[in-house]
């Protein structure tokens, strides 16, 4: 049963890590480093689902009516306003910049402002940016505002204001595009939410961080493990079966690897194979990086294959094999590989949690290339995620850490689980 309830835990993981990265964009992926990229996206948002208990404006995309009026295309979007709270900006995206346009919107009290009129300046423009004057001067006009009481505020807030109290007008506003020529526009009203996990203070979305972040570091750690499990059991067999010079030589080699410090000793290899990269992100490669790894934690377990390899030598099927002319690639193969293989499945599944936590703290303080969880996690603490609040940016990483965790366990007979150490 126990371990029953281990490979659905992993299971359901596989799956989450599956459907979490046909969410997610692959250019966003690629680009999740890219600051320009995100200047569009709105910063310091919350998730889309805190609209549902909060009183918080969400972020939506809006497909046009389309009628033609006298010659003239008219695209209308509906957009219903219902939070407390103001969207951050509105963006129209489709346009044309050889095509004249005019661009206005109705208010729920039936003021109609004009915010563009004339050829894009670019194919996607912004209230906030690109129609700033339009929307200043015509409802400071109605509501008779000075320029101090509106000047330090976004021109979207001022849009969305009920009276000269800016308190905030609800109700349903009509944005319409007119053109000459067709057009495929588009309206997305940027609001104080956005995504699953909500964006940064550099408007990137935060839940494709975590998706790449877990994608790198669960790459890293798988492959950083099988190096482990192959390097240990080929060194541990040749040492404890070959024996001689070259055994006594792997001997030493394995006893240093274990007494050395392996934190501060894998800083100095990281600095020593690695460069200072954009943004002054460590550059190292990645198969260099898990074979450092690989090196300075295989100790242990090679030190162990060494002694069942010794043990099973010693029996007598084995002495009986290697009198009847059995090579020693046959021997280890037949009849030393096989409890050995045993052994090395069970340490392979307790190693790896342990390697994505190196891997994570490694990432923390900025010693691996790459996004990862650890670098993930850093990256919240100093924008400031703990002390604000935003545990949806903190629990995710760890959250994931510990039901890999508890599968991987989980799946070991009871009784039989390795205790792995790595430092």
């Given amino acids: 049963m ?38 569009d996206y709105p910063r310091r948002a919350y998730p889309s689902w805190f609209s549902t208990f909060r009183d918080l404006t969400p972020t939506v995309t809006l497909s046009p009516e389309v009628s033609e009026e006298n010659g003239t295309f008219v695209y209308r979007f509906v957009y219903n306003h219902r939070a407390s709270d103001k969207p951050n900006d509105v963006r129209f995206y489709g346009l044309s910049r050889q ?70 007008l609800k109700g349903e506003y009509v944005f319409e595009v007119r053109s000459p020529e067709p057009l495929s526009p588009q309206m997305q009203v940027i609001g104080t939410c956005y995504g ?55 001997s030493f080699i394995l006893e240093v690897l274990m007494t050395l410090p ?26 260099v990086f898990m074979l450092l790894v690989a090196v300075m934690i295989m100790g242990k377990l090679a030190k162990t294959i060494k002694m069942m390899t010794v043990k099973e030598k010693v029996n007598e099927y084995v002495k009986a094999a290697e009198i009847m002319g059995a090579g020693t690639l046959w021997v280890l193969r037949k009849h030393i590989f096989p409890p050995i293989l045993s052994f090395s499945a069970r340490y392979f599944a307790t190693l790896l949690v342990r390697v994505v936590a190196l891997i994570s703290l490694f990432g923390f303080f900025g010693l691996i290339p790459g996004t990862n969880w650890g670098s993930f996690m850093i990256e919240a603490m ?25 599968g991987l366990v989980l799946i070991l007979p009871s009784g039989e689980v390795q205790s792995v150490t790595i430092g």
């Fill in 196 to 250: 699953l996990m909500g964006t940064d203070s550099r408007g990137r979305d935060l839940w494709v961080g975590f998706v790449k972040a877990m994608n790198n570091t669960l790459f890293l750690a798988f492959f950083t493990a099988v190096f482990v499990v192959v390097l240990g059991v080929i060194i541990g067999m040749v040492s404890g079966y070959v024996g001689g010079a070259v055994g006594e030589a792997l």
């Fill in 99 to 168: 095509v004249k346009v005019e661009i206005s919107v109705t208010r729920p009290d039936g003021i109609e402002v004009t915010l563009y009129r004339g050829r894009p300046v670019s194919e996607n423009m912004s209230l906030n940016v690109n129609m700033k004057s339009g929307v200043e001067s015509q409802i400071s006009s109605v509501f008779g505002l000075s320029v101090e009481s509106y000047v330090l505020r976004p021109p979207t807030h001022l849009l969305f204001i009920a009276d000269a109290s800016f308190e905030t």
């Fill in 2 to 39: 126990r371990r029953k309830v281990g490979a659905l835990i992993l299971a359901c993981f596989l799956l989450f890590v599956a459907v979490s990265n046909l969410t997610v964009d692959r250019e966003k992926l690629e680009r999740w480093e890219d600051i320009n990229y995100w200047k």
């Fill in 262 to 287: 392996l934190l501060p000793m894998l800083v100095v290899l990281v600095w020593l194979f690695s460069t200072q990269g954009l943004r002054e992100q460590v550059q190292i490669n990645p198969v």
């Fill in 382 to 406: 100093m924008e400031g995620a703990i002390y604000g609040g935003c545990w949806w940016w903190i629990l995710p990483p760890g959250l994931a850490m510990a039901v890999l965790s508890a």
